[in-house]
């Protein structure tokens, strides 16, 4: 464990935090915790309870090997993923053991169980990707017939659903039965669930109350009640696996992530999000869609009809190149891959989970300090792999695998010497793993390294995202808050801008406050105005072949008029370099209070000169966190 002595000499330093206190706030949002004297967290003492923790659960850490990784991460030159920032050291993990601690999972949905898989990981906090093939669908049941699921607020009702997890679960499976196997009609009450608003112990937030799942439910017996006596389709599919992810809210804010892979071919599913056809669910608005490709050459023309801004564009997944090759060119078979994590920056077997942790390339001082810290995390990832879960299936196949990913951010600030090395560096990786794993007699890993988007963890040191450019030179990012959050009026005391949210109907919005902080992307950093889309493929290009053995995950921001490049680059490009991608158009917004906003040079220097970030900030949200997660899209979890 670490010496306290050690410990309390970080207690009057100051870590690093990039973006003028922003990245100190995202700390106590997001990862700070109350202690038992109620005091919240300092930055010092998070990392202590993290670090011990990782001690605690069997990470092979000396106590000088301790402080070392302690330094590193309290000067924010890494981080572990932001699930076991957040649970590390605390009872959870005791109780929910692996899944305390993974970010996210993937399972087929071949049967009842696997809807239930997605749902239980979704309630723990996770993301999840799910695969719609036809081929993975096709043994589900035909619907029954005369199947009615009735709500009723009594004692009287057939299933009296239990205030738990577990007990909406089995909610959930009852209904599924009936309409796959029994055919039979019940009654269900929700009497025993809380209210809205009361507070969440296990993960943070605030309860939704009954009416997300009393609506969830009656959406998906109407998504059956339209097949009787018919398979379901992958679009079926689809809309019940969104629904799920409705449900799953901390009081109003979705806190589910989930990635939906498909069959090239599939038109109802590459028309999913087709909102100029009219009458589109509003449960698929979240949906984040991808199609399977092994070959450029089986992308169908209607997945482009996404791309001209009638539709969303759906991403790319080359499942063949993550089976045969680790890094681009390198043959590594890994024929348990089935699909892919929410962000896609991972290949996952069915049932299988992430396990992530991140460097902060441009504060890395020297490539020796890069492969130590590397090793370090390393140490921690792999006992975590060696946890335990609820699914017989995700254990065994996370213990068999030992599957890491370790990604690299701030990509596009870095000088070429910095760059230079990933690629010594993933070698050094690799043969600590396989004599680490060889005196430990566990297995070596299948893959180790990844580039996730790492939306809120390259927040608290202040760099770019994963390959991301920066968003200008100058702006202004927007945070939202719950309107009940004490962290506003910490905001407000530093002197940071504060207002109501608006809606599109310019209306003020008393629910939640928006925050103003300004930002300034370092000198030299790319800018995204300046990036073709092109120029963003090639580094997915560069980073799948230098580091990330597993995948690269980027958003290529394009213009229309770049479709036919973007066409001719992935027709040379995609059978050998890329095994995962997606797109966003470049388009004008309608927010009245965007998340990020240009500004001019003078206008960050005024509101900079109104700051005062020695103002300290020892509080914590426990509303529920909105538009603060892993993902530079907004698409992963909150913790």
Known sequence: MLDQSFVDSYSLKSAPWGFNGLGEIVFLRTYSRKKENGDTELWHETLQRVINGAIEIGAQLTDEEAQKLFDHCFNLRASFSGRSLWQLGTPLVKKLNGTSLNNCYFTNIEKIEDFELLFEYLMLGGGVGFSVERSKIHDLPKVKTGVTITHERSNDADIIVPDSRQGWKRLLHAVLKSYFHTGKSFSYSTILI????????????????????IDGIKDICGVMDNRVGKKLRSIDVLDICNIIGRIVVSGSSRRSAQIAMGDPDDVLFLRAKNWGSGNVPAWRANSNNSIYADYYEEIQ???????????????????R?????GRAGEVNVDNS??????CAEIALADGESCNLATLFLPNIESYEQFVEISTLLYKVQKQITRMEYPYEKTTSIVHKNARLGQSVTGILQCDSQKLEWLSPGYVALKEFDKNFSAANSIPVSVRLTTVQPSGTLSLLPGVTPGIHPAYARFYTRRVRFGSSDPLVDACRKRGYKVQWDMGLDGREDHTRYVVDFPCESPEGSVLAASMTAIEQLEWVKKMQTEWADNAVSVTVYYRKEELPAIQDWLSKNYDKSVKSVSFLLHSEHNFVLPPYEEITEAEYRKAIAKIDTSIPLV????????EMDDCATGACPIK
């Open 194 to 213: 809380r209210e809205y608003g009361a507070p969440l112990n296990t993960f943070g937030g605030t309860a939704s109350g009954p009416g997300a799942l």
């Open 301 to 319: 023309p209607e997945l482009w009809k996404g791309y001209d801004g009638t539709g969303e564009p759906y991403g790319l997944l080359n499942r």
């Open 321 to 325: 190149l993550a089976r045969r090759y």
């Open 337 to 342: 891959i089935e699909g892919f994590n929410p």
């Open 619 to 626: 509080q914590r949200s426990f509303d529920g966190l909105i």
